[in-house]
């Protein structure tokens, strides 16, 4: 595979957490989320390096002797007050590459296959660039009876179809995006007007959002440790 651009993965965690404190560096199996996520894109091609946004000295210090590249965070893009789009274009700013791979640490049971999966289709120039798509984003299916406003959104009441005969739906699971840097500085999101969809199942798309969460997470990774700590 020839890899054509100068990608830099980011992660950003901050210090603060309301529903699982301390999540990002909190014991998790044999591990910490940060370290298993570094650890994970140590063994990517394709990359050009590694970058850890945080307020938390904590937190800057196990990405420097995970092998990362730590990037002070101004305290004030780790406020709930601040937009996130706000955060995007300040983090990435920080970042010497031309392509960002922003990667979500919360979402610990994506295999390393996937996540070098969507390096390998970003470098694809039928496909990004001067193909169809302008970025990349993982997504997962949704086959659920979905309502809004007292109605059914994806089906007929009086012609109920089967869970695996519903309308395709996709949800952004933020395991994964990749786009131009200068992109997200100019638009404020991670997002791209024309992203080619990279599907995960639910394992792999699972996000830890709070203790329970965190909990389950845990254990799925423990029962099948190697499966996501290498090819």
């Known amino acids: 595979m020839k ?85 995007y274009k300040n983090v990435v700013s920080n970042v010497p590459h031309k392509h960002i791979m922003f990667i979500h640490i919360t979402s610990p049971l994506i295999t390393v296959s996937s996540l070098q999966k969507c390096i390998d289709s970003y470098n694809d120039t039928t496909l990004i660039g001067d193909g169809i798509y302008d970025s990349l984003a993982t997504v997962t299916a949704m086959h659920k009876f979905m309502w809004k406003d007292g109605k059914p959104v994806n089906y007929d009441p009086d012609k109920m179809p089967r869970s695996q005969d519903l309308p395709n739906y996709y949800v952004l699971n933020f395991a994964v995006n990749i786009l131009p840097r200068q992109d997200i500085i100019d638009g404020k999101n991670i997002i791209g007007k024309k992203f080619f969809p990279y599907y995960l199942d639910e394992l792999e798309s699972f996000d830890i959002d709070n203790q329970t969460e965190f909990e389950i997470a845990e254990k799925i990774y423990m029962s099948g440790i190697n499966r996501w700590k290498t090819f």
């Open 3 to 87: 890899y054509i651009h100068d990608i830099g993965a980011v992660i950003a965690a901050r210090g603060g957490s309301v529903r699982v404190p301390d999540k990002n560096i909190k014991p998790f199996g044999d591990t910490n989320l940060l370290e298993h996520k570094i650890n994970q894109l140590r063994q990517l091609s394709g990359l050009s390096g590694i970058y850890v946004s945080s307020d938390s000295e904590k937190i800057l210090n196990i990405a420097d002797n995970s092998g990362a590249y730590s990037i002070d965070r101004d305290s004030k893009y780790c406020t709930n007050e601040v937009s996130i789009n706000e955060v």
